[in-house]
Each structure stands twice: as C-alpha cells, then as structure tokens.
C-alpha cells in the first residue's frame, strides 16, 4: 500500500510538470508565429494624406491607407505576398450590382497609400514599448522602397502613393465604414519556403 499510495502523490506532480511544458512550449510557438511576418493594417478610406513638417507629401481620395509594420525577418515572399493580398482584398461594394464586399481596390480604379510604421512591432515591457523585433532601419528603408515599387508594377504607378520613410508624419484619413482589417504575410507560407525553397502563393 505504501508503494501504491507513493505511485499516486507523485504522479500527479510529473503530470502537471509536463502540462506546464507543454504550455509554455505552445504559447512560445505560438508567439513565434504571431511575430514572424510582414504587418499591415489596411483601411477602407474617402481620403487620406501624409504631412512632414507642415508639407503635404501624398495625398489619395477613395481607396485604401496601409500601414505596414517590416518584421527583421521579413523576406520578399512576405511583400509578395502582401503586395497581392492588399490589392486583391474585396472591401468595395459593386455599384452595379450593390453586392457588398465584392470588388477590390484595382477594380474600382481607387489609390493605395503607403505608410511606413515600425510601432506596428511594438510590445510592451512594462509600460515602455520596445521595437527590438522591427527590421532595422538601415535594412527597412531599401526593403519599404522595394515594396512601393511591387505595388506599383502590380497596379498603376500613379496610382500609389507612400509617405515619407523614418520622417516624422501626420497621417489623416477618413475611414469609410468604418473597415480596417489586420493583414500578416502567410507564416504557413515562409515556414514551407525555408524548408523547401519552393513559393507558395
């Protein structure tokens, strides 16, 4: 009986060890995942702009604001892959057919602006917010540019425009909605290409 009843209480204790592993292992991973991507926020707007020291630098009407957060391990698969998804999402209504969330920034002729926003990594310790794992900016600034340029060569050049990159901006838009979604370059994606060498699309 001694030896079963020392079976039992100890048991218990390695289960719940292994759990806590488990646990710690999964929000790890998972946190891992969350982060390991290119960022954008898109909002469906009737007007946007950017101003540096009391210039207008850009400016669209209707169309779309992306705010793009550069992860330090962001890849061009990961702008490709933004790149198509921004200008493919249906957040236009069909004035045809009034058929809602069916058309998508290229079909109905609107503009795209651009902006560079590092804050997008941000997180948190204690009150302090720390951008350790944004692209550094002497990587970003080429790799923000070359990301502009995809837009552009995907769509009408005129057609997108970007801020000003590390400049310090006042962005003013109108959000027609309101619609703001959160895009993340396809980790499932990234993962398959670093193991294979192979795009996925």
């Not at 790890?28 to 969350?34: D, E, Q, W, Y």
């Not at 991507?37 to 007007?47: D, E, K």
């Not at 249906?90 to 920034?105: A, I």
Request: charged content about 25%; some cysteine; proline content about 4%.
């Amino acid at each position: 009986m001694h030896g079963l009843h020392h079976s039992l209480s100890t048991l218990p204790s390695f289960a719940k060890a292994a759990n806590k592993t488990a646990k710690k292992s999964t929000f790890a991973s998972c946190k891992t995942l969350r982060i390991r991507a290119m960022r954008a926020v898109v909002q469906r707007v009737t007007s946007a702009s950017v101003e540096v020291d009391g210039n207008m630098v850009s400016e669209i009407g209707p169309g779309l604001l992306v705010l793009v957060g550069l992860h330090e391990s962001d890849t061009d698969s990961d702008a490709d892959y933004i790149c198509r998804k921004v200008l493919n999402m249906r957040l236009f209504t069909n004035e045809s057919t009034g058929r809602g969330w069916d058309q998508n920034v290229m079909q109905r002729n609107y503009e795209v602006l651009l902006v560079s926003q590092f804050t997008l990594y941000g997180v948190l310790k204690g009150n302090k917010p720390d951008f350790h794992v944004a692209m550094p900016p002497q990587k970003a600034k080429p790799f923000y540019e070359s990301l502009v340029d995809k837009f552009r060569k995907a769509y009408r050049p005129d057609a997108i425009k970007d801020g000003v990159f590390g400049a310090m901006m006042k962005v003013n838009l109108v959000n027609d909605g309101p619609v703001t979604m959160q895009l993340d370059s396809s980790q499932s994606s990234k993962s398959t290409n670093e193991e294979t060498g192979k795009t996925i699309n």
